[in-house]
């Protein structure tokens, strides 16, 4: 048999097959809905029970196109950027995550959605814990990627935090010209900047007595060379009290795009399944 034509025909259907993925990550329309003070921009791709997903700290949506092509084949995944984040505006509220789950319980309400699953990394995970917290008929399922519950030296490698007191306006200006399309914000980048240090540098600040009030079953992901400590998802994984734990080895701060095939099929298998409190003993 000649190889070549073969090889060509494996080649052509696999750029088909990347090519229809692509596609379907970037085939949707932009929606904006208003959202107490803000417009805030939104995906809706597939069909089926709503998976709702969080991205993290100066990212958008566009960063879990990884996800959705996989998601969206069983599920109406809604993608969102968050408040002064991609193409979502930003006002001169105080930022915090209680504020920012309060935006995704506000577009729950004008997509009626009554609940749904939520999928979050980094500040992501921190706004679905709050939004599990103070609005726990909202969430059905909670999968919370790198998260944590405070911010201190015993939750995040020092490292991380002396980096984020290093930004400066001139960063921010060229790390959002260079990553966020269509950005709303450029006249609030003093602004933006300084509210987005002090919320990174000082929340969250749940307990393990708020997390023991998290009733919906929950999975937390970290990688094993995490800026969040081992410790720290491992404490969180000991107080919630439904809550599985995935360390994805190989993997740092991003296991959902570095190892993406891995914990995309964790992520719906902990979503397909019916959920089983284990006992250890």
């Not at 995550?97 to 729950?108: G, H, K, P």
């Not at 300084?194 to 969250?204: F, W």
């Not at 007595?209 to 992901?221: E, F, G, R, V, Y």
Request: net charge neutral.
């Amino acid at each position: 048999m000649n190889k070549k034509p073969y090889l060509l025909l494996c080649y052509v259907f696999c750029m088909v097959i990347s090519g229809s993925a692509q596609n379907a990550a970037d085939g949707a329309k932009d929606h904006f809905a208003n959202v107490g003070d803000i417009k805030m921009h939104y995906k809706i791709y597939g069909k089926g029970d709503p998976i709702i997903l969080l991205h993290g700290s100066l990212e958008s949506m566009e960063d879990w196109d990884k996800q959705v092509p996989e998601l969206s084949k069983k599920y109406k995944v809604i993608t969102v950027d968050s408040r002064g984040h991609g193409q979502t505006t930003f006002t001169d509220r105080k930022m915090d995550y209680i504020l920012l789950s309060e935006d995704i319980s506000a577009l729950m309400v004008e997509l009626k959605i009554d609940s749904a699953f939520v999928v979050g990394f980094g500040d992501g995970g921190i706004t679905g814990l709050y939004l599990s917290l103070n609005h726990p008929e909202k969430v059905r399922r909670l999968v919370a990627i790198g998260a944590n519950y405070k911010v201190d030296t015993t939750a995040v490698y020092g490292q991380i935090l002396d980096k984020v007191k290093a930004w400066d306006d001139d960063k921010m200006y060229q790390f959002i010209r260079n990553h966020f399309k269509g950005y709303q914000n450029y006249g609030q980048i003093t602004q933006f900047t300084q509210r987005m240090k002090t919320m990174l540098l000082t929340e969250p600040n749940l307990t393990l007595d708020d997390l023991k009030k998290i009733a919906c079953p929950t999975l937390l992901i970290a990688g094993d060379h995490d800026i969040i400590k081992i410790d720290h998802t491992n404490a969180m994984f000991e107080n919630i009290p439904n809550a599985y734990m995935c360390i994805v080895p190989g993997t740092k701060h991003y296991p959902q795009k570095e190892s993406a095939l891995l914990v995309n099929s964790i992520i719906l298998d902990f979503i397909n399944k019916k959920f089983a409190k284990l006992e250890r003993f």
